[in-house]
């Protein structure tokens, strides 16, 4: 990237940064009123959302292309391998889609319903979603999947289901870790500085996912330690491969608690509802990312922060507006959220 | 040369609900009439009469397309289309379609599943190849020892470090033993006690293992043998599954033929679904139609019509123009330009349809830019060769061959030869000067004639203003004059007076002061972009003007690739010279063919089209029965 790129780049990510809206603001939020919440919105990001959006562009829509039209402006000055790595983590959007479709249609939902699960991506879409709406049951529609650039999620999704039934948790953990496998693997592309500036990124997440699924494989599910331990995905910053084998051998949450490294185990002492858990391993993956953003080092790992953030703000948003427009109480959305109440 | 898009009406249809269905296959039958959806409620009319049928109709077609993917034989597209097709047909075909598609896409799961057996059973008989060198009782691998447990297999090679990982809290061990197309061979082995956890994880992994049978004690080869019928039984049954499926299809071809037939009946109404409105039985539908065709498509209505309708028809008004489609008038002469056209836009309501002077314009510039007789003949030939499957080629090369002969003859060149033909008028070369001079001048009279229909265009629209004083308006048209008045005044009597400079700052001024009415912003803000873009407009105008001194550079360039072409021949025996020759003259036809007919598409696009055409039209694209 030439000098003219780097100092661009910084400037635009420290002006995104800027407008991110902070956690104890995003927790504010939930005591306004809807219209209240796009004009504040509006206020801390620049971006004026229109609630009385059409069908065909409802307010959960225009945020997430909002923030993918941003993205897209961020990563414009990486080219090669680094742009495939940003391409294939925006992806993750796409993967709320698919999830949804999957879900929807192994539980027998209405197509209609279903779509309007669905956000619209524009052109950065990739999942023929009207054909897939169109199918008739769900093999149908696995098979269509099966053409399009998710076959090797939706194979592992397949495989679950016929395994397990229709665990819509299972199927979305499936899913998950698919991805971050993949996305792992993109980063062996990148320079190895990058590359080890985007895992410390990445670890936070995947240290999430790892221990909140190994625990409830272990205790929800009662898998044996092998399968929990095979069906974790990548390993991130603090636990390892030789830490999550010892963790999967134990026998009750407290045990694996106790035995976690820091600073997890600081993190997690006392909690032992597995709900509380992944929202204090959220906070504590997106704290990585926010240091990370505002370290002035590595750009890459700062891009790549800043769109685990966003997408951070996104879902938060999201989730709020939907229950600010289902009435739900403030309390019940704070749960939803994942808020401390 | 100056068409524009035909005269538009708008169609207001009041009917009862009954007859709609007749009148949008009336109407998609004359195929003149580009749906307009309804803007406002203010007639009252909230429903959408149409929207259950298309519902079904959607359904039905989607269904129908799902199967027909499978049909080897077309269907039978020879169908009056013309009668009614009503909502309980296509519920009642709908479901027929939904029962016979259920069990297309069961065939199709079993032989999905079916496949994927096959490639696990070619992975295991690939896996046992490797074994097939060693002298080993594979019996063993199926019996279950007291403390030992055996399985060899394939797994994701993916999969493989998070597997063996795994498989050692299980205290089972796993050794890869050969690797290929990503998936790996592998054995596994280790206590039987916990055998149960093993197989949970291995199932996970993907894992697909070499079932040894119960009866088998021999080598690797006669498992082998075993392996190859299973293959056999898998192809046979792959094939017997496609049989299921063109046998269940060919027994439904008269559902899926009536099918087709009222999908294809069924199409008009169901396309208006959100452009139909109704209440209470009455229905009202909107439109643009050519005006010369109103009173046919009155007949028509009345004629086909049951019940009493009202229909009017009235003239588009200029808060319309920028909706209204654009219907174009055919020509098979300009049907290639008129394609070129359209990739750049398509012309506006009210906007000149600039095809004719494309295609003139077009020809004129190739023929002067690959002048040669040889060539132009050439070109001629090959176009013609291309007529049966891309006519809109031999169009344009047989235009721009002759183009090119007519120039040859100007030059004097026949396949780079100068001195066999006498030219009308000289060769480029002779006197480069004269004919770069004649490019500007050229690129000035394509310039001129671009800025008039701009200034047509703006008043055709409604838009006085931008006509009399914007930059492509009649001041912009001044201001081109004066600077080309300037330039001849400077370079031909070397004389550049206070006149030359007043006539270029008074439009220039003109220009500028528009520009500020129309700008907004601050007081700096509108200084700058005034600025800018009064300079920019200058710098457009020359550069537009010199950008068409491509045309000379490219007749030079003719010339002098001919010129090196015989250099290089010159150096050869009479054999080399020859195929030299021939060889040079196709690179030029070929290269410099191509690049001559881009660059002339680049002066049309940039230098052309940018001054006068909007392009932002909308095509004109009627209800009608497809086929």
Sequence with gaps: MSEYSSEYLNTRLSIYASRLIGFEQLVKFIQYDLERIIAEVGELTGHYYQLDGTKLNPIESQLTNRAIDDFLILIRPFSGSERRFFYFAIRWFELANLKALIRGKFSGIESLKIEQELIDLGHFADLPVKKLLETDDPYEMLRLLETTPYAGIVRQARRMYEEHGNDLFLLDATIDRSFFIDL?????????????????????????????????????????????????????????????????????????????????????????????????????????????????????????????????????????????????????????????? | MWQTPLAMEKVSLYMVDEDAQQAAMTLARMAVMHPLEAQTNDRGLQDYPAAPYFSVYHELNSRFGKIAAYLKAPINQAVAATGIVTLDELQSLDEQLKELWARVSELEEQTRRQNEKMIITRQLSSSLQKFASLDLDLSRLRRRGRFLRIAVGTVPAVNFDQLKRALSLTNFMINRFYSSEGIDHVVVFGSSQQQEDMHDVLDSADFR?????????????????????????????????????????????????????????????????????????????????????????????????????HVEFSAPEQKDFDVVPSLLKKSWLLKPFQALVRNFGIPSYREVDPSGLFALSYILMFGMMFGDIGHGAVIVLASLLLWKRFPGVTIVGVLAGFSSIFFGFVYGSLFGYEHVVPPLWMSPMHDPIKILLVAVLWGAGFILIANLLAIRNYIASGLPEQALFSGKGVAGLCFYLAAINASYQLFANNRFSWLEGLLLLLPMAVILQFQWRQASGGLMERVLVVLIEGLEHIISNVSGTLSFLRVAAFSLNHVALAAAVFAIAGMMDALGHGITVVLGNIFIIVLEGAIVAIQCLRLEYYEGFSRFFSGKGKAFEPLKIET
């Design chain 1, 184 to 341: 792992n693997q993109r980063t062996r592309f990148l320079q190895d500085e990058d590359a080890q500036y985007i895992r410390q990124v990445m670890g936070g997440l995947l240290d999430r996912f790892n221990l909140l699924w190994l625990l409830r494989y272990r205790f929800s599910y009662g898998l044996s330690a092998a399968k929990s331990f095979y069906l974790l995905t990548t390993t991130g910053n603090k636990l390892y491969s030789s830490e999550l084998m010892r963790l999967a051998k134990m026998d009750d949450i407290e045990e694996v608690v106790a035995a976690l490294p820091d600073p997890y185990r600081d993190l997690l002492a006392n909690i032992r509802v597995i709900a509380d858990m992944e929202t204090v391993m959220e906070y504590h993956s997106l704290s990585i990312a926010a240091d990370a953003l505002h370290r002035k080092s590595n750009l890459l790992s700062r891009s790549f922060a800043y769109i685990l953030l966003r997408e951070a703000e996104v879902r938060f948003l999201q989730a709020l507006i939907k229950g600010k427009q289902l009435e739900f109480d403030p309390e019940l959305i704070k749960q939803a959220v994942g808020a401390p109440s």
């Design chain 2, 209 to 309: 293992g070499l079932n040894v049978p119960q009866e088998f004690s021999g080598s690797p080869s006669q498992l082998q043998a075993d392996l190859n019928r299973q293959i056999e039984q898998e192809i046979k049954a792959l094939n017997e599954l496609k049989d299921k499926l063109t046998e269940l299809l060919s027994s439904h071809m008269p559902v899926l033929q009536n099918a087709h037939d009222l999908l294809l009946q069924a199409g008009p109404y169901a396309s208006l679904a959100t452009v139909l409105r109704g209440k209470g039985g009455l229905v009202f539908l909107q439109g643009w139609v050519p005006a010369q065709r109103d009173q046919e498509i009155r007949k028509e209505l009345e004629r086909d019509l049951k019940f009493p309708f």
